[in-house]
Structures are given as C-alpha cells and as structure tokens.
C-alpha cells in the first residue's frame, strides 16, 4: 500500500514536468514575450528594489503614474532626478515603490508627486499589476486587507485568490496566449531596448505619440471625484511615509489637453481640488499644487498624456517656476 | 467551481486525500459499523466520518456556485427523503404511499417549474418584470435524481435509506451535482456503505477518464465554441454551407462539453471508489436515431424511458400510442433543457426523426434486400451510410437546440437547403471560422484522437487499453495529452454548457 501512495506521487511528479517546464520558462524568460506595458513594470521594479550606486547624485524621484513618467524628463529638469512612475498605477503601487526603495537605498532627498484624479477614482489597471507581479506576496496580502477593510471589490472580486495564486505560479492559463502572441522569445531584443532606453531616460517614458491630440482624458468620463476609499488611504500612507523620513514632498498636477478641460465637469475638478486642500492641512510640510494646467492640444501625444515636445514644455516651466521660488537642488 | 479551474484542483486532491484517511480508519476496524455506532453522535451513527466528510464537501462545492441555493438543495434533500420514508414503507397503506409519491414529486416538479419557467411565464405578462428568477445551477440534475427515489421506493426497488445524512450524500454527490450522470439510488446509495480503500489501478484508471474528459473540453469543446458562435451570430452573414459547417461543429462542441463533463465526474467518483452509470456511448457511431439516443446523455434519456415512457405504456398498446408516448417524452426532454421554445422545437423534432424512423423503417429493409450486390463491401458502406444519415438528421435538430430562437432555427434551416453555394465548400478558409493556426492544429489533432479514442472505446475499455501499452508509449501519449491541455488553458475556463439546464 505503502509503495502505490509512493509510485502515485512519483507519476504526479513526472505527468506535471510539462506543467513545471512552463512555469519555470513563464517565470524565467518573460522578457521574451511579454508586452512593452511589463517591460515599464520591470524597469522600475528593479530600480526601487536594486542598490543603486549613484543614489548620492540621484536623490530626487518623481512618482505617480503614466501622466507623472510621460510629463517630466528628467535630463531636462536637473541631474539628480530619477522618474519611478508607471502607467496606470495608483498611490497603492507607489507607496511600495517608495517603500521598497527606501528599505534598499535609503529616503531620498526629495520627492515629486503626480497623480492624475482618474486614478484616485478608478483602479482598472490592478489587473496589470497582478499580471504583472509587482506586488510582492506579503505587500500584495497586506492590500486584500485593505480591500476587505475598505470593501474594495476590485481587489478582492470572486476568484481574487485562486487568480494570485495563479499568477504567482505562472500558470499557462494566465500566460501562455501572451507566449503565442510574443512567439515566446521573439520579443526579447525589442523589450531589451525599451527597458535599455527607459534606463538610459531615467525613467522617462512616452504614452502617446502623436504630434498632437484632441482625444477626450480619462476624467472627461468621470462625473464628479468619488474617489476609492483604498486608494485615499494609501496616498496618505504614501505621504505619511515619505514625512517621516524626512523627504522634502511637493504634488504637482499634470497638464489636461484643451479640448478635455473643455469638457470635464466642475464637479471632479472642484472635488479634487477640495480633497487636496484638505491634504495640505494635515500635511503642512508638504507643498501642494492643486490646480490643473491646460495645454494645447498639439502638445498632447493622446487625450491622456503628453507628447516629447509637450513634456519638454511641462519640465521646462517646471524648472522655472522652481527657480523662480529658489528651490534648492 | 468549475472542474477546469484552479479551484477544483486544489478541492479535488484535498477531498480525495482526507477521504481515503477517513476510510482506512472506517476499513480498519473489525466492525465498522459497531464502532462508529459507539463513538459518534446520534445523529452521524451509519453514515461514517468519510461519507460525512464528502457530504461536507459537496455543499462546499456546491456553495462555491452560489451559497444561496444551498438552502433549496437541502429543501430537496428533505422532501424526497420525507417523502421516501412513506413510499418505501411496505407496512403502509397503497393509499398512503400514493399520496406521498405525488406530494413528494408534485413539490419538487413545482420547484423544478418555478426556477425554470417563471421568468418566461412572467415575460408574457409584462416586458420587465419586477421578479427575475436566477436558475440554480444544477437543478434539474439533482431534483431528476433524487426523483429516482421516490420512484424506486415506492416500486420496491430501493429499501428505504433512514440515515438522513447518507440520503443528503446521494442528492449532493459533489462529481454528479452539477451536470450529472443522473444516478439512480439502487446504483449509487448502497455504494455509500462500502469500504472504498486505496486502489492503485483503479485511481490510474479513474485519472485517465478525467484527463479524457479534460481533453475533450480544453482542447476541442472551447475551440469549437469560438467557431460555432462566430457563424450562429452573424447567420445572417453566412451561406447555407457555413451554416451546416457550423451545426455540424455545435453538435461535435456540445457531445465534447457534455461528455467531457460526464467523463470527469465519472473519473473523479472512480477515483474514489465509486462506480457511476456511463453517460455516453460513442453517440457519432449510432446507425439510427433510436440508437443515437441510447448512446447520448444515457442517465436523462434512461430516466425518461423508466419513469415516463415505460408508465406511459411504453409500445404495449399498438404504434400510435407508442408513437404519441416517444413524442411526449421527446418534448418533455425538450423542456428539461430550458424554457424557451426552441428546446421544445428541438425535442419534437427529434421524437419526430425517431418515429419516421420507425415508420420508414420496413421500406428500408426492403430497399436493402432489393439492392443487387451483397457483399461485405455493400454491408460495410451500407453502415457508414446509416452512420452518416443518423449524424446528419441529429445535426438538423441540433440547429434548434443552439439557435437563440425558433424563427432563428427555421431561418438556419431553411438557408441551408436555399442558400448552400457549394462553391463556398472551396472558398471557405478554415481560418474565415475565427480560429488561427494554433487552435486549428490543436482542434484538428484533438479530433483525430478523440476519434481514435471512440473507435477503441466502441470495442474495449480504451482508458484499460491505453493502460496495456508499454511504458514508451503511455507516456508519449501521457505527455501529448498534457501539453496538448496546458497549451489549451489559455482560451479561458468557459463553463460547461449543460450548467446552464
């Protein structure tokens, strides 16, 4: 009897080698097939999560999400700028970003924070950050909480843990038509160069690339700022975070293209504006830019983000108006 | 939790593992039943830890669908068993045992009825009703055979079960609740009562029924289904020829869904010792439609032949009541599959194709005689020309089954005979069906086998003969089996088609 549990396992173990072989190769080689968006996760995960040796010299991150890695260039704004922001994330990913590089590298200096008010009502990039395994297993358990707290069901939806399991494992039922669709390693060159330019831009990333675009933002579609109540706790955990280890913190706003400023209900700005002015009270340390700008629509690459030219514009009037205050680097 | 998904392969081991701990110790002991009797409570005395333990399982399982409906499964589970203790009561008056048969069956066709029929009735009274009733998953399944019984107590076929918990395990078998095979108590009750010990060969055997029944879903079901809905949905678009291409795929989706299910719920019960009827025979192999119907979906064609046709009076008084009896059964079948009329369209029409069958039956048979030539040449085409014939008279009423409507169905229909351009047979691209070259290899390949598969399995126990060859090739086919389920899983779980009767 003994021996047939012993021969049952031993086949299991033989009949799953396929199962194995294309995890180990999901979970080994996702550069190959995986798509530009992972290529961005990766970038700024090994970033935040590897010591970084010239951190003496790049003491300052920009965070927050695509507006925040599309609308600042770092090269061009000063030397000591690195930008960690990823498309579609919300304060959740980046308060771990910023945690995960303060455990590694030490606080940074300064910190500069962009969230568009989409993200603080709508969280439908958390699949992304699934799929793509940013969360560590430990800081993604610590968000179910959150969710479950908050009744976030966009966290926690019917088949939350089966699908972290599954993605965790890299089951084939998750990646395996992503393999089809990359021919499983043809990607790898094309990937290498996005996430060597990323690098090589400090983090920078185009969105859009169109010489300009009148296409509605996300916000256009928003009635009013009925933000997720998951998302607020974490941007004050974020702030909390970054206050207690002394980083000099200032929220700037990323512009919206005109025809979207056209059209965005006063509710959402108004609201917004409001929650960020409430901010400011219990973060008087930290400055607080709560109006949007507006920017011609040429300037725009999508209805979302800014254009190279755009974001040249943006870091530009940064810089100045940092000077103009006599900010020191 | 469907059983193509991560969930069920967690539950699964889980259940099997403590079942079989449970089971050695109920084994071990001198007498089993004595020792229990001395250690559990009251209310668990003859049912045992193992079987406790399943039941437990199964309407976590069942839950896991929709925890809501637990409530009605174990409304079900009491009012047959209420019911049981009376029809199978031989000291109790005939009277008696009538009345309970009816109020035992009434009240769970009535339930049957409402959760199945009420929003089409409440339709016809107001376009948006203020009530919509949801259709708990697995109804007719489990009221179908808890129904068997009742039947089979008040017969005397099946001794009274007294243990209410034993009684709860029959209804709520977690590998037979959703889908079925529709068991019968005489089958599957005293089954409960045996020892099911750890079993080698037999596991091995019940794993391969599973990964067969896995492979056909994974591997051709869900490929077939983007093809089926792409030409169901745009009919409008299609010619008569796209159209029959895809009835013919909807009828080799469908047989792979349902029987995959059937094979995996049946794996699962071997694997744990437990025998269940066998739901498909081969269907696409059957010379006639009365055939046809022997071989598919067994369990709800056996029920309706045991406790509808045959109380009808089955053939004993002459050929229109016999024929009128296989039309009521056929439409009632019709109407077990849902409440829209088009079920009905389609359980007509093939009572229909079975009584003209029968009809025409003498002509054939003379038609055959007067042929000049005899020889097993003739004999063997004559075969595979009745193979054919029935396959395609099943195709037809298949269009009723899967098209949205009935004046969908004629439409299909009728545009396959007007409209078929045969050209379209050459200029139709596989690819024109949605899928791309993956998921026609793999479909492709996956048909192939399974037709091999059936081909074995009309003559010997294919699993068993797999099981036969040597190490090399089982586990060639073993891995070809496997890569060929993984490089499926990443369609998407779809559910299994008959959750939704």
């Known amino acids: 009897m003994k021996n047939d549990y012993i021969k049952l396992i031993k086949k299991f173990i033989l009949i799953s080698l396929p199962l194995i072989a294309m995890c180990l190769f999901a979970y080994l080689f996702p550069m190959g097939y995986m798509t530009t968006e992972y290529v961005l996760w990766t970038e700024e995960k090994d970033y935040v999560n590897q010591w970084q040796n010239d951190t003496q010299i790049l003491d300052t991150l920009i965070v927050g999400d695509s507006r925040a890695k599309s609308s600042i260039i770092p090269e061009e704004l000063h030397d000591s700028i690195y930008n960690i922001g990823?498309?579609?994330?919300?304060p959740i990913e980046m308060y771990y970003a910023v945690k995960n590089f303060i455990a590694v590298n030490g606080a940074p200096k300064r910190v500069f924070i962009i969230f568009a008010p989409y993200h603080f009502i709508n969280m439908d990039n958390w699949n992304q950050t699934i799929y793509n395994?940013?969360?560590?297993?430990?800081?993604?358990?610590e968000v179910v909480g959150e969710a479950i707290k908050t009744g976030n069901k966009v966290v926690c939806y019917k088949g939350w843990l089966t699908d972290a399991v599954s993605y965790r494992l890299r089951l084939p039922s998750k990646y395996l038509a992503q393999e089809y669709e990359g021919r499983f390693i043809k990607l790898k060159e094309e990937n290498q160069k996005k996430y060597d330019s990323i690098r090589a831009d400090r983090g920078y990333c185009e969105f859009g690339t169109d010489p300009g675009s009148d296409a509605e933002n996300y916000e256009v579609h928003c009635e009013a700022f009925d933000p997720l109540e998951i998302v607020l706790t974490y941007y004050d955990k974020l702030l909390s975070l970054l206050t207690e280890n002394g980083v000099e913190v200032r929220v700037f706003q990323a512009p919206f293209n005109q025809s979207s400023a056209e059209q965005v209900a006063p509710e959402l700005l108004n609201g917004y504006s409001d929650y960020l002015k409430g901010q400011m009270k219990k973060y008087p340390e930290i400055i607080f830019e709560t109006e949007i700008p507006v920017y011609d629509n040429r300037y725009f690459g999508d209805g979302n983000h800014l254009n190279r030219e755009g974001a040249r514009k943006y870091t530009k009037e940064l810089k100045e108006k940092l000077e103009e205050e006599g900010f020191e680097w | 939790m469907l059983f193509n998904s991560v969930g069920f392969a967690v539950f699964f081991p889980a259940v099997v593992i403590i079942y079989f701990l449970l089971e050695r110790k109920r084994g071990s002991e001198v007498s089993p039943e004595a020792e229990e009797n001395r250690r559990l409570p009251a209310f668990l005395k003859g049912c045992g830890l193992s079987n406790l333990w399943l039941l437990v399982s199964s309407y976590f399982y069942y839950m896991c669908a929709d925890a809501r409906f637990a409530l009605l499964l174990l409304f079900v589970t009491a009012t047959t068993y209420a019911a049981g203790l009376v029809t199978g009561n031989e000291s109790a008056d005939k009277r008696k045992k009538k009345m309970a048969l009816a109020a035992g069956t009434i009240a769970n066709i009535l339930i049957l009825f409402f959760f199945k029929?009420?929003?089409?009735?409440?339709g016809l009274f107001s376009e948006d009703p203020a009530l919509k009733v949801v259709l708990p998953v697995g109804i007719s399944f489990?009221?179908?055979?808890?129904?068997?019984?009742?039947?089979?107590?008040?017969?005397?076929?099946?001794?009274?079960?007294?243990?209410?918990?034993?009684?709860?395990?029959?209804?709520?078998?977690?590998?037979?609740?959703?889908?079925?095979?529709?068991?019968?108590?005489?089958?599957?009750?005293?089954?409960f009562d045996k020892v099911h010990h750890f079993d080698y060969e037999r596991i091995r055997h019940g794993l391969i029924r599973m990964a067969y029944g896995y492979f056909l879903k994974l591997v051709i079901a869900q490929r077939l289904a983007i093809a089926v809905d792409l030409i169901y949905d745009n009919s409008t678009e299609c010619t008569g020829y796209q159209l029959f291409l895809g009835s013919v795929l909807f009828v080799i989706q469908i047989y792979c869904d349902f029987a995959s299910y059937s094979s995996i719920a049946i794996g699962a019960a071997e694997v744990m010792g437990f025998t269940l009827t066998e739901n498909f025979r081969q269907p696409f192999l059957a010379v006639s439609c009365g055939e046809q119907w022997r071989r598919w979906h067994i369990s709800l064609n056996g029920w309706f032949r045991d406790y509808v046709y045959i109380p009808l009076g089955g053939s004993r008084h002459g050929r229109f009541r016999k024929y009128l009896n296989v039309m009521i059964v056929f439409t009632l079948s019709g109407a077990w599959h849902g409440a829209e009329l088009h079920y009905l369209c389609w359980g007509a029409l093939a009572g229909f194709f079975q009584v003209m069958e029968d009809i025409l039956k003498p002509l054939r048979e003379r038609i055959v005689k007067g042929f000049p030539i005899h020889n097993a040449l003739t004999g063997r085409l004559h075969h595979i020309l009745q193979i054919l014939l029935t396959f395609f008279l099943f195709v037809i009423s298949a269009v009723f089954f899967r098209a949205a409507s009935v004046a969908d169905g004629v439409y299909i229909?009728?545009?396959?005979?007007?409209?078929?351009?045969?050209?379209?047979?050459?200029?139709?691209?596989?690819?024109?069906?949605?899928?791309?070259?993956?998921?026609?290899?793999?479909?492709?390949?996956?048909l192939v086998m399974m037709i091999i598969?059936?081909?074995?399995?009309?003559?010997?126990?294919?699993?068993?003969?797999?099981?036969?060859q040597k190490t090399a090739v089982r586990w060639g086919i073993y891995y070809l089996v496997v890569i060929m389920i993984l490089g499926s899983t990443s369609i998407g779980a779809q559910q299994f088609i008959y959750f939704a009767f």
């Open chain 2, 117 to 122: 029929y009420f929003n089409l009735l409440a």
């Open chain 2, 413 to 446: 229909t009728k545009k396959m005979w007007t409209d078929f351009e045969w050209n379209s047979i050459f200029t139709t691209s596989p690819f024109d069906l949605g899928l791309g070259v993956f998921h026609l290899l793999f479909v492709t390949a996956g």
């Open chain 1, 133 to 141: 395994n940013y969360l560590k297993p430990a800081e993604q358990a």
């Open chain 1, 86 to 90: 990823i498309g579609g994330s919300t």
């Open chain 2, 453 to 468: 598969y059936s081909l074995i399995n009309e003559k010997k126990d294919a699993a068993a003969v797999l099981l036969s």
């Open chain 2, 142 to 191: 489990y009221i179908f055979q808890s129904l068997t019984y009742l039947f089979d107590t008040y017969k005397g076929k099946c001794p009274i079960e007294r243990n209410f918990l034993k009684y709860a395990l029959f209804v709520s078998f977690f590998p037979v609740l959703l889908a079925g095979p529709i068991e019968r108590a005489t089958h599957l009750l005293p089954q």
